[in-house]
């Protein structure tokens, strides 16, 4: 069965500085991907996605996703943090070649920003 | 467009009372998927449709959960009876075809059972 693995359960960093947040999936094939960004006591809302093409994805608020099939990662970036970045986020797979198919979630890595 | 809207935004019920929760898609999208999210477990997904059809509902943890899809615009999610175990945010997210593209999540309905 896919499965995706955020392996940090929370991250601080400072305003400012480079983020970089993982993902490694397990799966047959390569799958769809996505990155959701989470505010306070609001739903999920999609940074970037990757599905072909070029394997480093822009998204927007400044994320860019890299798509690494022999690692089967893919982390996000971002090289500047704002305070405004302080959120939960999300990685997620989908199965291709389905239709209508389910998005598998990880567990979130919850990010701080320090002033 | 107002976006997936979801009701009520907020619910606190006693144990064993009934909880029915509703969701209301994007307009055009034509599969919608109920997710519960808790601190110990994560983003779970509970069940999904596609074109008001239930295509997957391995994830909804018991009996005493039910969803319902009569038609394109609107779906509820049922527990009865309720229990303390289940409160969390339940969020339905809508989409509009393959799984390409993306899910369009509603704001989530913070249910406490006490």
């Known amino acids: 069965a896919q499965s995706v693995t955020q392996p940090d359960i929370h991250i601080t960093v400072s305003e400012g500085a480079s983020l970089e947040l993982r993902c490694n999936y397990s799966?047959?094939?390569?799958?769809?991907l996505f990155w959701y960004v989470q505010s306070p006591g609001q739903g999920l809302q999609l940074l970037l996605k990757?599905?072909?093409?070029?394997?480093l994805v822009q998204g927007i608020k400044g994320f860019e996703a890299e798509f690494k099939r022999s690692q089967s990662s893919f982390n996000l970036r971002k090289p500047s943090v704002h305070w405004s970045d302080a959120a939960e986020y999300f990685c997620?797979?989908?199965?291709?070649?389905?239709?209508?198919?389910?998005?598998?979630f990880g567990d979130g890595t919850t990010l701080t920003v320090k002033p | 467009d107002a976006g997936v809207i979801q009701s009520p935004r907020h619910e606190v019920t006693e144990m064993g009372q009934e909880v029915t929760l509703r969701c209301k898609p994007i307009?055009?999208?034509?599969?919608l998927f109920w997710y519960r999210q808790t601190m110990m477990r994560g983003l779970e997904l509970l069940i999904y449709?596609?074109?008001?059809?239930?295509?997957?509902d391995s994830g909804m943890p018991e009996d005493r959960f039910s969803a319902k899809m009569p038609n394109a615009s609107f779906s509820t999610l049922k527990i009865q009876p309720s229990e303390p175990r289940d409160s969390a945010v339940y969020f339905c997210?809508?989409?509009?075809?393959?799984?390409?593209?993306?899910?369009?999540f509603g704001s989530g309905t913070q249910l406490s059972v006490l």
């Open positions: 997210a809508s989409r509009a075809g393959q799984t390409n593209e993306k899910l369009f």
């Open positions: 799966y047959g094939a390569t799958p769809y």
């Open positions: 990757y599905f072909s093409g070029d394997t």
């Open positions: 997620a797979v989908g199965l291709r070649n389905t239709n209508a198919g389910k998005s598998t």
């Open positions: 307009s055009g999208h034509n599969s």
């Open positions: 449709f596609n074109n008001n059809v239930p295509i997957d």
